[in-house]
């Protein structure tokens, strides 16, 4: 093999390598939008419960006033009542008679409400278990995923160890030139910085057309950095391919 291909293949390798660790890093990145929204799901659910609770508790106070509401009244009947055994006309017996008998109409009014009222906040318990049941069941999708997440999440860090190895020394096979230019454009332009020519002439990354003599000069065996992007640029294997 020719100086210039191995120089290229190095490069290639160096690339597959970068590659692979872009490819691991949005896995990770990933699984934990996955597991972040899990999460939510949880925090939701214990929105929703709050909210179901705040509405079973203003029911229940509803009822409890509709309760006293009628224990005031009953007392007001029960004192127009004493008062009625002591009339002394019948002027006033009448009236008081009369007033005892709206009050007593509008007592059975508040008795009814104040069953509708207690029936409410006693149907409202159903919406209340609801709610609780769904929390426990967000919380346990969300344990049960985050320990598969943890687990997928070791695999790929362990993977990228290995991955930042494998660079490393793909890196370290670069001859002295070519790791200068390499170096500077992981630095400028990030793991995306060295790039294969592509459709046989043009720069991966921008596309631009590599005047055929600097691709004959690649193959030689000299670096080229694309005069448009100025991202380094290797022929890949597949360029030879028809
Ligand atoms: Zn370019």
Redesign the pocket.
Known sequence: MSDGKKIQQALQNVHLNLSMLTTLDERLARLRRRREAAAKKVDQAKAQLDQVLAEKNALTLAAREKEKEMAAAEAAINRRKEQLSEAKTNKEFQSLKEQISLDQEKNNQLADETIEAIAAAEEFEEQVTAAKEEVTKAEKTAETFRASCDEEAKVIEDDTAQVQIDLKKAVENLPGDFRTLYDRAIEYHGRGGLVPVIDRGY?G??R?EIPPQFVVNLLKGEPYL?Q??G?LLFIPDDFYKP
């Open positions: 720069c990354h921008c631009r694309c448009t992007c991202y």
